[in-house]
């Protein structure tokens, strides 16, 4: 069965620049997932999807993060414009359903210059 | 504030002996634990969880073990491999308030010395 998917794996952007992350989850999986991960912090919620409904984006600061999910499989983060503290690795995690076990992708380093 | 504490950065351990990974909690309504382990540029992947009506999970050489009254609970493996080396994520949920989303602690960067 394959993972969770990402991409870019890497990211090197100037402040004020914009950038977008692609998160493919496993097949069947109804529940995604978007976290930030701070360098030495555990993993944040920024956004949790059920099909293409959002369920919960309280997390995420909506004046410079997006996301969406429109067809309710693939999904796509974008912040625009960056700050130097966007910097972080984004992960992408699906679950079967809201219930269930959450499987992480390998995540997408941001460098914000 | 947070609410989930792994005050330990990094832990070194000899390969064979036991590894005893630390996790505190202040949120009373956490009533599901789990830790998650992960390998650098790859994502965390769940290891072992426990419920709050238990008090100590097993699953090979990994065990949970979980005290309520101290908001506390520990990730014990024996015997250590080098391949336990890792940053073990110690993760809480309060199912009770309709929300599945885990709250993270910091992480602790185990070492397993050959």
């Known amino acids: 069965e394959a993972g969770v998917a990402q991409s870019p794996r890497y990211k090197i952007i100037e402040k004020r620049q914009s950038v977008a992350f692609w998160c493919n989850p496993i097949s069947g999986h109804a529940t995604l997932y978007w976290y930030q991960q701070i360098l030495g912090q555990g993993p944040k919620l920024l956004i949790q999807?059920?099909?293409?409904?959002?369920?919960?984006d309280s997390q995420l600061p909506k004046d410079r993060f997006s996301a969406e999910r429109l067809k309710g499989v693939d999904s796509t983060l974008k912040i625009q414009p960056a700050k130097l503290e966007d910097s972080a690795v984004y992960l992408c995690a699906s679950s079967f359903d809201l219930y269930n076990e959450q499987f992480f992708g390998p995540g997408t380093r941001l460098t914000v210059l | 504030d947070q609410q989930v504490k792994q005050n330990s950065p990094s832990l070194s351990v000899q390969e064979g002996r036991i590894s005893i990974l630390n996790c505190d909690y202040t949120n009373s309504m956490f009533d599901y634990f789990l830790w998650y382990k992960k390998y650098p540029a790859e994502g965390p992947t769940f290891l072992i969880s426990i419920s709050s009506i238990k008090d100590k999970n097993e699953d090979g050489r990994f065990t949970v073990f979980l005290n309520k009254s101290a908001k506390h609970l520990s990730l014990h493996i024996v015997p250590s491999q080098p391949g336990d080396s890792a940053v073990y994520f110690c993760?809480?949920?309060?199912?009770?308030?309709?929300?599945?989303?885990?709250?993270f602690g910091r992480g602790t960067s185990l070492i397993v010395h050959p």
């Open positions: 999807f059920q099909n293409n409904g959002v369920v919960d």
């Open positions: 993760a809480a949920r309060a199912a009770a308030g309709g929300s599945y989303i885990p709250t």
